[in-house]
């Protein structure tokens, strides 16, 4: 049922941090029509303060920088999966308050890579979702709306998942 590739493959990271609790912090990225190396099309990565404002803050920050690179359905389905993937990171995480999460969306050949990265090292574990109860819908969604996903384990969590690019509308 879960399609799943641990394959480490990662948008490189960019050095920089959050510097105040509860914000986010571009890091790199290429504006439309901006100069970008014939390897990447595209990236942004940001940094976000873990709490509650995370997805929200993610979400709103790659929002601004994909707006208009992609069909409105591929933009839909990143901005859910950046959403559910850094929920995750803040509900399973184990992060202390300090802790920030590392959010990377990269247009690359024929795909959205989206890298959700958390200094947490737990398991990364689909579950069911519980439609009664709730829950487990994260990487359900990510297994319905991705070509592939997976996540690497070096000291840090990373979660990624690839899209299909479709042009822009």
Known sequence: MWRY???PTRVPAVAGG???PNTARAVAGHEPGGAASSAQAGRMELEIAAGERAPAAARAAVERWLSGRVSETLFDDVRLLVSELVTNSVRHGLL????TIRVSV???DAAVRVE???PGDGAIAAVPPDREH?????????EI?????GS???GNTCVWAELAVSPAT
Not at 96 to 99: P, Q, S
Not at 134 to 142: A, D
Not at 145 to 149: D, G, P, T, V
């Open 106 to 108: 990269a247009i690359v």
């Open 18 to 20: 959050a510097s105040e």
């Open 152 to 154: 690497s384990h070096d």
């Open 145 to 149: 709306l991705a070509e592939r996903w």
């Open 134 to 142: 709730g829950g487990g819908f994260g990487l359900y969604l990510v």
């Open 96 to 99: 202390n308050r300090d802790a």
């Open 116 to 118: 959700v990265e958390d």
């Open 5 to 7: 590739d641990s394959t």
